[in-house]
Each structure stands twice: as structure tokens, then as C-alpha cells.
């Protein structure tokens, strides 16, 4: 997975990109074929701003959280797009698996 990182008033150290890339591995799974991924880092006064895109052909998932902490902000943007990444694999799952519409035949006690 191509991961590219943004900080915007803040660095990108070692260790955010560590968590990153660990939740990323965890999400990869989750979404076959080859994705990319672009982590931006915000700081602005108090807070902390996380937002995660992961992009594969034309589907993307995307989240933003906020807290006081940077490492807190990015786990939770990390959980909510695990679990939309988890959603989508299921629906698709249930739509692959759904039963072809009726070919118009009547019935057997229908037909009777």
C-alpha cells in the first residue's frame, strides 16, 4: 500500500507514521487489490486533527477525528475506516450472494 503522510502545522515523526502503518496493514486485508492511502495531521490551538483516506480504484473511505492528543486522533480515524473498510466487504459479499431474479415461470401450485 502507498502511503503518503501531510503534516500541516506539525511534524510527521517516526512514531505517528509507525501507527499509522500498523492500521494500515490491518486495513489492507480488509480491501483486496492494491489501494493507496494519504494520512494528514493537522494542529490546530488545542487540537488534534487525523485524517485518513484509503483510495482503491473508484471506491475511497474516508475519516476525520479530533482530540487533544495526535496519537489518540489518528487510532480512532484508524478504527473508523477499518470498520467502513469491514462494511463494504460484507455488502458486497451479501449482494454476490443474493439469488438471480425469477425467470417468469409460474409456480408449480400456481399452475395447477
Not at 23 to 34: T, Y
Not at 47 to 56: E, L, S
Not at 91 to 104: E, H, L, N, S, Y
Request: proline share 2%; hydrophobic share 45%; aromatic share 2%.
Amino acid at each position: 500500500m502507498i502511503i503518503e503522510y501531510t503534516g500541516r502545522q506539525t511534524a510527521v515523526t517516526q512514531k505517528y507514521k509507525a501507527q499509522a502503518e500498523a492500521g494500515l496493514s490491518r486495513i489492507q486485508k480488509l480491501v483486496n487489490g492494491a489501494a493507496s492511502a494519504k494520512v494528514v495531521l493537522t494542529a490546530e490551538k488545542y487540537r488534534r486533527i487525523a485524517d485518513v483516506t484509503v483510495i482503491q480504484g473508484d471506491r475511497s473511505i474516508a475519516a476525520a477525528c479530533e482530540s487533544g492528543e495526535m496519537m489518540t486522533a489518528l487510532r480512532d480515524a484508524l478504527a473508523k475506516i477499518e470498520q467502513q473498510a469491514l462494511k463494504q466487504r460484507k455488502r458486497a459479499a451479501t449482494i454476490a450472494r443474493r439469488p438471480k431474479a425469477d425467470t417468469g415461470a409460474l409456480p408449480e401450485a400456481a399452475a395447477s
